[in-house]
T-cell receptor, first 114, second 112 residues
C-alpha cells in the first residue's frame, strides 16, 4: 500500500485564488509527522509546513495552512491568495517516528494562471 | 551557514564505472539522508544515517553504499553504475524526528 498518496498530478489555479492540494497517508505508527515541500523548476526542495500527529491545531505558515483530518488520514495543503511564484511541484511527506522511516508522495504540479 | 552542500552538481558515467557523491552539512544535525528522484516522481529514500556511526537501508538501497564519515559528512557510492541509476540525487539533514529535513541542491547523474 502507498504510504503517501497525492491524487492530483496537476492543477491549475487563478492568481489570487485559494487552492487545496490533497494528501492522504497510511501508517500504523501512532507518532508521525507530516510535511509539505515545494520544488520549483530550479529543482531545490523548499520546506513549507509541518504537522505533528499529536498536534491539536492545524499548522499555519503565512499563506500556507495544513488541513489535518486525523481520522481520515488526510493532510491537505491550502495555499491562500495564490501567486505566480507558487507555480511548482508540491510534495507531501511523512515521517514515522517510531519506525524511523520517511516517505514522499509523487507530487502535484501546480500552475498559477495570471 | 552553507546548509547542505553536495558535490558534484552534474556527472555523466559509463555503465560499470564507480563514483562517490559527497554531502556535507554545517547545521550540526544528527540525521542525514540520501534520496533519488526520477523524472516526474517523488523522492525515494536510498539510505539514511540516524546518527554518526550508524547507517540504515531505505526503500531503494540496491546498488549503493554509504559512509557516515563524521557528523558533518555522508557520502553515497555507486560501485558499478547502471543506466537505471540515472536520476537526481538529493542529500538531506535533520535535527530531530520532529523537524523538517533540509535538502542540498541535488546531483544530476546520467549513466550511459
Amino acid at each position: 500500500a502507498q504510504k503517501i498518496t497525492q491524487t492530483q498530478p496537476g492543477m491549475f489555479v487563478q492568481e489570487k485564488e485559494a487552492v487545496t492540494l490533497d494528501c492522504t497517508y497510511d501508517t500504523s505508527d501512532p507518532s508521525y509527522g507530516l510535511f509539505w515541500y515545494k520544488q520549483p523548476s530550479s529543482g531545490e526542495m523548499i520546506f513549507l509546513i509541518y504537522q505533528g500527529s499529536y498536534d491539536q491545531q492545524n499548522a499555519t505558515e503565512g499563506r500556507y495552512s495544513l488541513n489535518f483530518q486525523k481520522a481520515r488520514k488526510s493532510a491537505n495543503l491550502v495555499i491562500s491568495a495564490s501567486q505566480l511564484g507558487d507555480s511548482a511541484m508540491y510534495f507531501c511527506a511523512m515521517r514515522e517516528i517510531n519506525f524511523n522511516k520517511f516517505y514522499f508522495g509523487s507530487g502535484t504540479k501546480l500552475n498559477v494562471k495570471p | 551557514n552553507a546548509g547542505v552542500t553536495q558535490t558534484p552538481k552534474f556527472q555523466v558515467l559509463k555503465t560499470g564505472q564507480s563514483m562517490t557523491l559527497q554531502c556535507a552539512q554545517d547545521m550540526n544535525h544528527n540525521s542525514m539522508y540520501w534520496y533519488r528522484q526520477d523524472p516526474g516522481m517523488g523522492l525515494r529514500l536510498i539510505y539514511y544515517s540516524a546518527s554518526e556511526g550508524t547507517t540504515d537501508k531505505g526503500e531503494v538501497p540496491n546498488g549503493y553504499n554509504v559512509s557516515r564519515l563524521n557528523k558533518r559528512e555522508f557520502s553515497l557510492r555507486l560501485e558499478s553504475a547502471a543506466p537505471s541509476q540515472t536520476s537526481v540525487y538529493f542529500c538531506a539533514s535533520q535535527e530531530s524526528s520532529y523537524n523538517e529535513q533540509f535538502f542540498g541542491p541535488g546531483t544530476r547523474l546520467t549513466v550511459l
